[in-house]
């Protein structure tokens, strides 16, 4: 007799400028993330034009977009933005801020799970309703940093 596998469900993220920021610096932990053969990655517009801010080429950008299988996604549209900040009701105080809403608010109209590794864009995330998932690739950091990331964003995710 044959036992029939279901296909296995892809994960899709909307992953955040620092994790593209952290695949292009090679971080192995954020290439072992992006190869995971369940993983779907996805950038919008607006982490695209931040990591081209940043100063990387666009060449860069395309093989970092291209080694990992990374989707380019149009920002979301102003009706979701809108909903975002009803949601959240917080008003952007700096440009960095509002470019956090926006890519939340992608990460919303495209049913993404938001990979980030920035606490304040996590929590906006949650408030907002959209799946989030805390991520610290950094490898030039310690053992104790990396778990003062997680420690914070664990109790963010459970709102202690």
């Known amino acids: ?34 190869t995971a053969p369940d993983h779907q990655l996805y950038i919008d517009a607006v982490i695209h034009n931040e990591f081209l801010a940043w100063g990387v080429s666009i060449q860069a950008t ?35 801020r509002m470019n956090d809403l926006r890519i939340i608010a992608s990460a919303k109209q495209h049913h993404l799970i938001f990979v980030t590794g920035d606490l304040h864009a996590l929590k906006t995330a949650i408030v907002a309703g959209v799946n989030v998932l805390p991520a610290f690739f950094a490898v030039d950091v310690s053992d104790q940093t990396r778990q003062v990331f997680y420690t914070k964003a664990n109790r963010i995710l459970h709102k202690e």
Not at 12 to 27: F, G, M
Not at 76 to 94: F, W, Y
């Open 1 to 34: 007799m044959t036992i029939e596998h279901p296909p296995q469900t892809k994960h899709h993220y909307l992953i955040d400028t620092n994790v593209l920021a952290w695949l292009y610096e090679q971080s192995p932990l954020a290439i072992n993330f992006a």
């Open 62 to 96: 395309q093989q970092v977009t291209d080694r990992y299988t990374i989707q380019l996604l149009a920002a979301a549209n102003d009706e979701v933005l809108t909903k975002i900040l009803n949601t959240t009701g917080r008003a952007p105080t700096t440009p960095q």
